[in-house]
């Protein structure tokens, strides 16, 4: 009779979901104090979220008290589109072409959890995709789905790094995976040399103050830092340069997922359309997407950037 930890994963690659690994609700010890530690150095930036109530995101049981077993799982994302380069155009980060990852991941997490619970009536949990103070690339890391690279992504060995990643906190215990994935980045370096702000001070470490990622999505001012602005490299909303340059990333796979396949017009934004949009167009367009989160005022902050990039003679030409 197969047990109910198996039924659990051959249900979760049937409904679509890559990687999955269940480990024991326990608190995460020292990845909270290398969180702490972060917190301190104020590598958070603005994000001040993240200072409320750091305890949480170590102990699952202080999210949800019943918690036995954390399932932890991986979504793969990647669809094989390019870039435009073009001054006319901004380019957005690959995890936001398509539809909110919340939304479509926490669709197969309810499905998975509705199927625990016809088996087991006693099955209570909670679904957590990202906004939950919890720490997600931690848990995927212990439960084996892959290493903490030192862009700080998670790289799993079948899809790289272009995974979301969710859990469920359950309040059964089942059987629990102990293999950890070694590190593999080695002695690359590659990350850290092609990032234009140097924002990754140190292999695994992030100054989010300097990363083009938190300052085109999260940073809420009228203008960009200088230090930004001059490092856009084209990046409109987002940036993947750590994750392209990743070795570990030849190994991406085309996912099956439809709803993360570009919108039209996402991956390449025309500058001049998203500096002409309206609240109204806006909302329409972007409904149900990731770059909804940087608002309309943070993408045309960032159009209007790019524009100003563009060399003037360029410009003209392109009037």
């Known amino acids: 009779m197969e047990?109910?930890?198996?039924?659990?994963?051959?249900?979760?690659?049937?409904?679509?979901?890559?990687?999955?690994?269940?480990?024991?609700?326990e608190p995460l010890e020292r990845e909270s104090e290398h969180f702490k530690e972060w917190l301190v150095k104020n590598f958070h930036a603005s994000m001040q979220w993240m200072e409320r109530e750091p305890e949480k995101r170590s102990d699952p049981k202080l999210i949800f008290p019943n918690a036995k077993s954390v399932i932890v799982v991986a979504l793969n994302y990647y669809t094989p589109h390019e870039h435009e380069e073009s001054t006319e155009k901004g380019k957005v980060s690959r995890y936001a072409w398509g539809d909110d990852y919340h939304d479509v991941l926490k669709e197969k997490l309810r499905e998975l959890f509705?199927?625990?619970?016809?088996?087991?009536e006693t099955a209570d949990g909670k679904i957590c995709v990202d906004t939950a103070p919890i720490m997600d690339k931690a848990w995927a890391v212990r439960a084996g789905l892959g290493w903490l690279g030192k862009h700080s992504n998670v790289i799993t060995k079948e899809y790289g790094s272009w995974v979301f990643l969710g859990e469920i906190l359950l309040n059964l215990e089942l059987e629990y995976d102990t293999e950890i994935v070694e590190d593999h980045c080695g002695t690359c370096t590659k990350c850290l040399d092609a990032c234009p702000t140097n924002a990754i001070v140190a292999p695994y470490v992030i100054n989010s103050e300097k990363c083009l990622s938190y300052a085109t999505i999260e940073l809420r001012s009228a203008e960009l830092p200088e230090q930004i602005s001059n490092n856009l490299n084209g990046w409109l909303y987002g940036c993947d340069i750590c994750q392209n340059v990743c070795p570990w990333n030849r190994f991406e796979k085309p996912t099956e997922e439809t709803r993360f396949e570009p919108r039209t017009g996402n991956v390449s934004p025309n500058l001049s359309e998203i500096l002409a949009l309206s609240t109204e167009d806006y909302v329409v367009k972007f409904r149900r997407s990731p770059m909804k989160r940087t608002k309309l005022s943070g993408l045309q902050r960032n159009a209007q950037e790019l524009k100003a990039t563009i060399p003037k003679s360029e410009r003209k030409k392109n009037e």
Do not use: N, P, Y
Not at 5 to 11: A, E
Not at 114 to 120: C, G, L, P, V
């Open 3 to 25: 047990s109910l930890t198996l039924k659990i994963k051959q249900k979760a690659f049937e409904i679509g979901i890559h990687e999955i690994g269940i480990v024991r609700a």
């Open 114 to 120: 509705s199927f625990i619970k016809t088996i087991d």
